[in-house]
């Protein structure tokens, strides 16, 4: 975990891989990547977003969301919705920092919070926005033959769609890019 830390802080942002996102509105929201040691080293934790939800349904994700009028910033609505949806205390993360802005062809823009969950935590999740939650080592995400990006047509621009297999899981799209822009940046230290 120190060693996960140093490397955030004393690394630069990487370049993005930008979307064109020409034409679309964007909306704000925050995710929470929330790292905790374990036995078996570091992990990040994911959820599996319910089959009943209109936007991104059966997709894994981390937790997160849209602002809502009381939050103080983006740290605060990414703090705020990993409570809702995981019973994750705010006191329990000790915020590192930001990566750049995430754009999704969805119409989001996605302000990705990392953080240290720095006590022992079971989630406690909200069924009606979780229907399950898990981790992947740090490990191997940060083994570059696990996450790929498949360049695709889509109105005369290339998009990138990243994705990264993990046992019986397909974590994709803008949670795989994320964790991509993540491990790309803890690797140039």
């Excluded at 120190?2 to 993005?16: C, D, I, K, V």
Aim: include cysteine.
């Amino acid at each position: 975990m120190a060693e996960l830390r140093t490397h955030f802080l004393l690394s630069n942002n990487p370049q993005q891989r930008v979307v064109n996102t020409k034409g679309i509105s964007l909306r704000s929201a925050a995710v929470l990547m929330a790292f905790s040691e374990t036995p078996d080293g570091v992990e990040l934790l994911l959820t599996l977003r319910p089959d009943h939800l209109k936007a991104h349904p059966g997709q894994i994700a981390f937790p997160g969301g849209k602002p809502e009028p009381q939050d103080s910033s983006m740290v605060h609505t990414a703090l705020r919705e990993a409570w809702e949806e995981v019973a994750l205390a705010p006191e329990q993360v000790e915020v590192l920092g930001v990566l750049p802005l995430h754009n999704t062809l969805t119409g989001f823009s996605i302000t990705p919070v990392v953080g240290i969950i720095d006590k022992p935590f079971t989630p406690s999740l909200d069924a009606q926005e979780v229907s399950e939650s898990f981790t992947v080592p740090l490990s191997f995400l940060m083994a570059h033959e696990h996450r790929h990006t498949l360049w695709l047509p889509r109105s005369n621009h290339l998009i990138p769609i990243t994705f990264i297999p993990y046992q019986q899981r397909l974590i994709w799209g803008a949670t795989a890019a994320i964790i991509d822009t993540l491990c790309r940046q803890l690797s140039k230290n």
